[in-house]
């Protein structure tokens, strides 16, 4: 056989390869976006008005591969439930209260939208990153949203994350870089600041965290006024109970990678107390109740999948984690 | 009628051949390398653009994280790309290893597949993925150089660098419209990411022409011969001026970032200019080789530094908008046009042929390990004392590194190009 017809064979099987495998993926994989008439069907789906009317959980249903194809979901808020509604609405990460909705992710590259309390989308934004956590204000008025900027190699230094707080009505956004920071009564900056894990308190309030230098601390910042101050160090991605006293976040193990145990942090005490969960999580977790919390946990296997289930965990430090609701991630408790 | 020039690149009456020819025609081998490249660099570009999003979603690391693992790697990968240079050169087996690294790599796409989301298999497969990069890069340069006559090495190495740079350029393209069309098909995209390898390495097993040095080759291992080579002035300036530019050159993420907090136009505008500087790079690549042949490679390298220092100090100017990206962009694109293929043809031209893939992958690794301190250096000073201080420290760096290139250049000019 001559060189050319050697070549000619080998790329006529290689494409051979490839075109059968990505016809074979097409078979299996699902529509690119959400299909308007299964989110127009939500709007008046018997059942899912049935579990609204209700306290219930709204949370994402991993897709297994694609996170922008994660389903919005919604159930009663009872452990192990098994009445589950989906939506409809596809996206990476998604939160809700008080009648609005976001969803963070509608593409791999960042955009996002919001909803509502029908679940039809409103209006879109774009956010460049890769979509890490959102939240909506106990009031329903702000949406905040953290994506991490990278470059475009997975070796390539730079990174960070972006977070901006919109407002729902108007559509406005503010970069949380923006903001005028104090430590200790001092004016703090620095250009490595990078902002992640917004969580709302009343009014324009919020709490997130701030990481520079190495150091991740709790800000409590004010939208209306641009401004945050520090409060203390080592808390990732707080979540504020329902009453406003206490934060829920996870801390990073000291010198391991990427390793978190979930602590809760009394804000009149500062009393510190770490909960019984030993796993790692990587999660913004979210109030079950007055005493419980919830979190996402990636199904550990063996063998490891890329499923998600949601578990629970008492926030007094003591019992043992649940779990929650099986092929879940993402919550948010609504409480009508 | 390129076969007569495969056989015998040394005969007078194939150097007449070659004269007669157009400044822009170059060897069949050399087109053939360049093809391996392109579809290996379409390979591995797809992945590097969606291996983030599926790390971050599957295995919840950050970039961060990845980026600390592959620098460290690259550290330690430096020995063995030397051992492989020193390898291909014993015999002159190029071809046989460049096509051990390109295997590799390749393979490595489909152990994406079979690795699933599980951490360490995944790591290993990313790690072997480098390791297959490490390998290749020197004999095939050394290939790149074997197959040219020593009077179109710069034009030789620009057609490479310009295949190689198309393949990156068309490599995200591909794994976007299949990202797109198949949503969270990434096997469909490692699969097909493996294709474009295997085409690139058909092309190296079948159309490329190993080139063998015409000594013997030498029957012990040892890194002896490499040293030795740092006994030529003129390589031996190269290697130490290449190490001292290292140190000075900022990581292009640096470059874009700077830019966009200068100007502060949206991130998502960050990846255009990653294809800009492609696209820049690619165009000027070829003519660069062209006027290094002519001119003087030394000459059009100290030009390609000075390019770089004209983005620093564009970064450092009190003016801003779309000029001084557009400004700073082509700059940018046009210091990796008469820097990258440059160096490597005019090591080449110094490098005695038994001994070339180890020169290459000496010099290449004292500028990649080099940089790789500078970028850590550059992101701590910025941080620290602030871009205005990282920028004016850097820029000094590289025009004393420059200026030191340039005086060597003169001194030791001898009767290489």
């Known amino acids: ?336 | 009628m390129y076969t007569q020039l495969r056989e015998s690149l040394r005969s007078a009456s194939t150097e007449r051949q070659e004269r007669r020819l157009p400044w822009w025609r170059v060897s069949r081998n050399v087109v053939n390398l360049g093809l391996t490249s392109f579809f290996t660099d379409v390979s591995s570009e797809m992945i590097s653009t969606v291996l983030p999003l599926y790390l971050v979603f599957t295995l919840r690391m950050t970039t961060l994280q990845l980026g600390v693992v592959d620098g460290v790697y690259t550290g330690a990968t430096a020995l063995m790309r030397l051992a492989a240079g020193m390898a291909a050169d014993r015999g002159g087996r190029h071809k046989e290893v460049a096509l051990a690294g390109y295997g590799l790599s390749a393979i490595c796409k489909l152990g994406l597949l079979a690795a699933g989301g599980a951490f360490g298999p995944l790591v290993a497969v990313i790690l072997a993925d480098r390791t297959g990069k490490g390998i290749r890069t020197a004999p095939r340069d050394a290939l790149i150089s074997l197959s040219s006559p020593p009077e179109r090495l710069g034009v030789s190495f620009g057609v490479h660098r310009a295949l190689d740079t198309a393949g990156a350029l068309v490599g995200p393209l591909i794994a976007f419209a299949l990202l797109t069309l198949l949503p969270g098909a990434f096997d469909a995209i490692f699969v097909v990411s493996f294709c474009f390898a295997a085409i690139g390495v058909a092309v190296l097993l079948v159309l490329v022409e190993g080139r063998r040095s015409d000594r013997p080759a030498r029957p012990a291992f040892s890194l002896r011969p490499a040293l030795a080579l740092l006994e030529v002035p003129r390589f031996r300036l190269l290697v130490m001026a290449g190490a001292g530019l290292g140190l000075a050159t900022v990581a292009d993420a640096f470059i874009y970032l700077a830019l966009q907090r200068r100007v502060d136009f949206p991130p998502t505008f960050l990846p255009l200019l990653y294809v800009l500087t492609s696209v820049v790079y690619l165009a000027l690549a070829v003519p660069a080789g062209r006027l290094a042949d002519r001119l003087g490679r030394g000459k059009v390298l100290v030009g390609g530094y000075v390019a770089l220092a004209a983005v620093y100090v564009a970064l450092l100017l009190p003016a801003d908008g779309p000029v001084l990206v557009l400004g700073s962009v082509l700059a940018f694109g046009a210091y990796y046009a008469c820097t990258d293929g440059v160096m490597s043809a005019l090591a080449s031209g110094l490098l005695p042929a038994e001994s070339r893939s180890a020169g290459l992958a000496l010099i290449g690794t004292g500028v990649a390990l080099a940089g790789l301190v500078g970028s850590v250096v550059f992101g701590a000073v910025w941080t620290t004392a602030g871009l205005q201080t990282a920028l004016v420290l850097f820029l000094g760096g590289l025009v004393l590194a420059t200026g030191l290139l340039g005086v060597g250049l003169l001194r030791t000019r001898a009767a290489h190009l």
């Open chain 1, 1 to 336: 056989m001559s060189r050319g017809a050697l070549f000619a064979v080998i790329c006529a099987a290689v494409i051979v390869l490839g075109v059968a495998y990505v016809g074979y993926a097409a078979l299996r994989t699902r529509p690119a976006t959400s299909s308007p008439a299964s989110v127009a069907a939500a709007a008046t789906d018997p059942q899912l008005r049935a579990i609204l009317a209700q306290p219930h959980l709204v949370f994402l249903q991993p897709s297994g591969g694609d996170p922008t194809q994660n389903v919005v979901t919604v159930a009663p808020l009872q452990q192990g439930t098994t009445t589950r509604v989906e939506t409809g609405l596809r996206c990476a990460r998604a939160y809700f209260a008080a009648g609005h909705g976001i969803c963070l992710g509608r593409t791999l590259t960042g955009a996002g939208f919001l909803f509502d309390d029908r679940f039809q989308p409103g209006r879109a934004f774009d956010q460049a990153g890769l979509p890490s956590r959102d939240r909506v204000s106990p009031d329903g008025r702000y949406a905040s949203s953290t994506v991490f900027v990278t470059g475009d190699g997975y070796s390539t230094p730079g990174f960070s994350t972006r977070t901006q707080i919109t407002d729902v009505q108007t559509g406005e956004s503010v970069d949380l870089e923006r903001f005028t920071v104090t430590r200790d009564g001092q004016r703090f900056s620095s250009p490595d600041f990078n902002f992640w894990g917004v969580t709302f308190a009343d009014g324009s309030r919020f709490y997130a965290t701030l990481g520079t230098a190495g150091h991740t601390y709790l800000i409590e910042g004010d939208r209306a006024a641009r401004t945050a101050r520090v409060l203390t160090d080592e808390i990732e991605c707080p979540s504020l109970s329902a009453d406003g006293t206490r934060v829920a976040y996870k801390r990073a193990i000291p010198g391991a990678q990427r390793q978190w145990r979930l602590h809760v942090l009394d804000l009149r005490t500062m009393a510190d107390t770490a909960l019984a969960e030993t796993r790692s999580v990587d999660d913004q977790v979210e109030w079950l109740d007055a005493s419980h919390i919830a979190y996402g946990l990636q199904d550990q296997g063996p063998p490891p999948t890329l499923d998600v289930n949601l578990w629970t965990v008492p926030a007094d430090g003591s019992g043992a984690p649940a779990m929650y609701l099986a092929h879940a991630s993402s919550p948010a408790v609504v409480r009508g």
